[in-house]
Every structure is written in C-alpha cells, then in structure tokens.
C-alpha cells in the first residue's frame, strides 16, 4: 500500500452481534488512521451507520440449529462465493470476519486455495472449549491471526501455530452503560407506576418463531399476577417484521423498538429481562439487570448438541464464574410456566437477585484488557499486523 492511498479493509460480520462489534471496530481503526481507511465487505445496520455498503442483506445468514439451517444452505453457499469474488476484486490490504465462524471459515478456506496473498485475521474465537476442540488446531490453515474477546482462549489455539491474542470483549464498551431509563419512560409515555420487563427472543427468524410465542405467554401469565408490568421487545432489522406482527396477535401492551438507542436505554429502564443466549445476556450483566436465559431448538438439533457439547453451562456469565448465576431455562424448561415463576423469583430482589448482582461484578473486571476499549485493541493489533507484512 503506498503512503497516499487509503486503507482498504474488508469487514465480514454475518450476525448482528458481529455487526455491532464490526462497527465498533470501523470507528476505532477510522480513529487510529486518522481516517485513511475505506471500508468494504458485509455486515447489518450498524456497520452501514458507519458506512459500510454491504454486499448482501446478512439476515440470509442469521440461522441457528443444525437442522434448521439445511433449507438455506444453497442460498449461502451462493453468498460464500459471491463473498469471495467481491473481496478478490477489491483487492484489500486485509480480510477481517467477525464471528459468524462456519460461513467465514468458508470464506478463508477459498481465499486460501486462491493464494491471493492477502492478510486473513478473525475476530471472536470459535467456542472450542465448549465444542469442536479439534477445531483448534487446523484454523491456522485458513487464517492468519486470531483476537478473542475471553482472556481464557488464546490457550487453546497458541500451540498449534497460530498467532492470538485477547483484546477484551467488546461489551465493555458497551452503549447501553451509559443509556438513560427515565428518557425512555418519557418518550414512550411510560408512567412510573409500570414495572418494564425487557423481552429479548432473538436475533434469528427460528429464534424468534420458537422463543416469541413463549415469551408473550410469559408476559400474559405476568400481566394476571401484575396488571402494572409493561413489557418492550427490542428487536433487529433481520426479524423486525415478524417480531411486529406475532406482536400484534398478542394484543398485549408490547412495545417493539427497533434502534440501538431505545435498546439499551429500555435495558435501565427494566426491573428485569428475559433473553435468548447470547451476546445480549452479557450486556444485561455487564449493566446489573436482573435477568435469565430462556432458549430451545428442535428436539433433533438438541440431541446432537447434548452429545458433542463439553460444557456444563450456556450462558457466558455462568462459564466465566464456574457456577449458576444466571437461571437457564433450556430446552423442556423453557415453558411459560417456569419462566414466569423464575421471573417472579428475580423481581422479589433476593436471594436470587443478589446472587447475580454479586456475579455481574466479577464478569466486568474478567471481560476488561487494559485502559483502552476492546475495540482499540483490536484496530491496533490489525494495524501492527498489517504494517509487518
């Protein structure tokens, strides 16, 4: 790259959870070079907020389960090439995906085979400590570096030759730390006298067609105890339409939102949330919102995760601590009675609650890595890297 030419950088993130850690990243690496950097690739509205011009829609790729996927197979496997083509004719100083590990391992894989020269970095570990160890020791093939948001993960790639380093976790530097409860009420003419409970059923159509219908019965169950509940989905652009409509069915005083902003400032203004595993379930942690994990797939799905899977917990919070601190009511618990009886438990503020608020603390000092955000981190070691090639 010569001196009066911008950096290219090729951005892959096929989920929202990766978007917003794209567009984090597409800020800290437009500060760090002072804005001489271009940014090409895919990713969802956040990363188009910052400018990005995505190649596809990436709610084709927002797919969970093994079984469920098998429909949207060709669809991907059209996007994967197409992916790799625009790269090729980009021609980037380096190829950054984020998450979204079994589309961009494809991704590399065909870069790798056409010996492009191009600088392939990951971000977001694949979780080979809770499945897929062997994973581990053939990524080195297909990418050049690795950044983990866990500072236990570089461990399980380090020995077999690949570079990795942990810049922090993302959520750390999340929004929602510094969003506003009481504007929300405002806004959204909320009264005081309502008790908010945030519903979070997912970023993914399955998600949301299996978690949502639960979780509205949830809300009606809460509703007969409490007339005073009132209840917000936040939702995505990938899901959105659906998530308004099973909404409307419901006629139940639901409120949908749908910018990050009302997100996160819906997470102060609730006395507890309800949420799919995830991303999400760290940033209600990381701001001391009471809250547990509800989440199921198909029967099938569920029988071949329980054989491969090596861990004793989903929830990221519960992993990091090494016990329950958040409740997981997964599969044959996640039914409407359960969670409302476990909801009731938290808005209690006892025993339960304080638990978490103990544990949340624990989860912040264990996600932070030095004085900058994650995300500056992160630009730094892609610049570095970048600058030795």
């Not at 790259?1 to 950088?9: D, F, G, I, Q, R």
């Not at 790798?112 to 020269?117: N, Q, V, Y």
């Not at 198909?298 to 054989?307: D, F, H, N, Y």
């Given at each position: 790259?010569?001196?009066?030419?911008?950096?290219?950088?090729y951005l892959i993130a096929g989920e929202p959870s990766g978007d917003l850690l794209g567009s984090r990243l597409m800020r800290a690496l437009r500060s760090k070079t002072k804005n001489n950097v271009?940014?090409?690739?895919?990713g969802g509205d956040t990363m188009e907020a910052e400018g990005l011009n995505s190649l596809f829609d990436i709610s084709d790729l927002a797919i969970m389960g093994l079984v469920e996927v098998i429909p949207s197979i060709p669809k991907v496997l059209r996007h994967i090439k197409n992916t790799v083509d625009d790269i090729v004719r980009v021609q980037p100083d380096v190829v950054i995906t984020i998450d979204s590990w079994s589309f961009c391992a494809r991704v590399h894989k065909r870069l790798?085979?056409?010996?492009?020269?191009i600088p392939q970095i990951h971000y977001v570990a694949p979780q080979v400590w809770a499945w897929k160890k062997k994973r581990a020791r053939t990524m080195y093939k297909y990418i050049d570096a690795l950044m983990t948001l866990l500072p236990q993960e570089p461990k399980y790639f380090t020995p077999y030759n690949l570079e990795t380093v942990f810049v922090g976790h993302p959520v750390i530097e999340s929004e929602a730390l510094h969003a506003d409860g009481k504007m929300f009420r405002k806004q959204y003419g909320i009264g005081n006298d309502k008790k908010i409970i945030t519903l979070l059923p997912g970023s993914r159509k399955n998600e949301v067609a299996k978690l949502l219908p639960v979780f509205t019965d949830v809300a009606k169950n809460l509703l007969e105890h409490d007339n005073n509940f009132y209840f917000v989905i936040p939702t995505v652009k990938t899901v959105s339409n659906r998530v308004k409509s099973m909404v409307v069915e419901s006629r139940l005083p639901i409120l949908v939102v749908e910018t990050q902003t009302d997100r996160y400032n819906a997470f102060q203004a609730s006395e507890i949330a309800i949420a799919a595993s995830g991303t999400v379930a760290l940033e209600l942690a990381i701001c001391h919102i009471p809250h547990l994990v509800a989440y199921k797939v198909?029967?099938?799905?569920?029988?071949?995760?329980?054989?491969i899977m090596k861990i004793q917990f989903v929830n990221l919070s519960n992993i990091m601590l090494g016990r329950l601190v958040v409740p997981e009511l997964l599969q044959e618990q996640c039914t409407s009675g359960t969670i409302t009886h476990?909801?009731?438990?938290?808005?209690?503020?006892?025993?339960l609650y304080e638990r978490e608020m103990e544990g949340f603390a624990k989860v912040k000092d264990t996600l932070s890595n030095g004085k900058q955000t994650p995300s500056e981190n992160a630009a730094d070691f892609i610049l570095e890297y970048i600058s030795r090639q």
């Open positions: 790259m010569k001196k009066s030419e911008k950096l290219k950088v271009e940014f090409f690739g895919l790798r085979k056409l010996k492009t020269g198909s029967a099938l799905t569920a029988w071949i995760v329980s054989k476990t909801a009731l438990e938290l808005l209690k503020k006892k025993d």
